[in-house]
């Protein structure tokens, strides 16, 4: 598995200044038990939704999958495959930077986005959404700045319509090039925003040009870059 080093966990802050350091976490828990991966706890009743690949669990390489889902199954593949051959020529899914960055930008590569199942009943999100992701920068160069935007964005299957809730960018300075880091972005969320019965919530992924000085790289469903997003 390419970039994985074991070592300290570095906290990573809403600025430029670092990022979390690349040991590998334990598998989170859902919605019934306590965990942590890397400084991330996952305790008990919490909401959480691990990102997947299209088949999950992925089996072999395949082309770049959009309205990708997530679940509160933890993945359990072992090798992380090139999830768009079609794109980057490296592990993973390749983000193509993108100027102005968009919640509603539907250009090939440039975005990747997952979705909840469709709710049961009403769903109240945190005051903050945590979508802690693994990615790194397409390049060999260290000290290279990378950047990464989260939109969350109210999904309505049955019109097709979507509504915006709110977004974060990260940018911080990635060490080593074509190394993985454990990169949670928190995103404040207005609070009581509530998800009516049947809608779902969608992560959507963009690479600002302005605060990227490559293109990205994101990193998900596999045990050893289990990316998930804490919901309340």
């Known amino acids: 598995m390419r970039g994985l080093r074991p070592g300290a966990l ?108 469709a709710l049961a009943s009403a769903f109240t999100l945190g005051t903050t959404v945590t979508v802690d992701i693994w990615s790194e920068t397409n390049t060999a160069l260290a000290n290279r700045t990378g950047s990464l935007i989260v939109y969350l964005r109210d999904y309505n299957p049955t019109a097709g319509t979507y509504v915006e809730i709110a977004n974060n960018t990260r940018t911080a300075t990635y060490p080593a090039g074509l190394t993985w880091y454990e990169t949670p972005i928190q995103v404040t969320v207005p609070a009581g925003t509530t998800l009516a019965s049947g809608h779902m919530l969608e992560v959507k992924i963009e690479a600002p040009t302005a605060t990227a000085q490559n293109n990205m790289v994101v990193a998900y469903d596999t045990q050893t870059y289990p990316s998930v997003a804490r919901l309340r």
């Open 10 to 117: 570095l906290i990573l802050g809403l600025s430029a200044a670092c990022l979390l350091a690349t040991g590998a976490g334990s598998a989170l828990a859902v919605f019934n038990a306590g965990s942590a991966s890397g400084a991330n706890t996952i305790t008990a009743g919490m909401w959480a939704y691990y990102l997947h690949n299209n088949p999950t669990p992925p089996t072999a390489n395949t082309t770049a999958q959009y309205n990708l889902s997530m679940t509160p199954t933890a993945p359990t593949a072992t090798t992380l495959y090139r999830y768009d051959t079609n794109n980057a020529n490296v592990a993973g899914r390749g983000i193509t930077r993108n100027n102005p960055p968009s919640p509603g930008l539907l250009t090939a590569f440039r975005y990747v986005n997952w979705r909840t199942p």
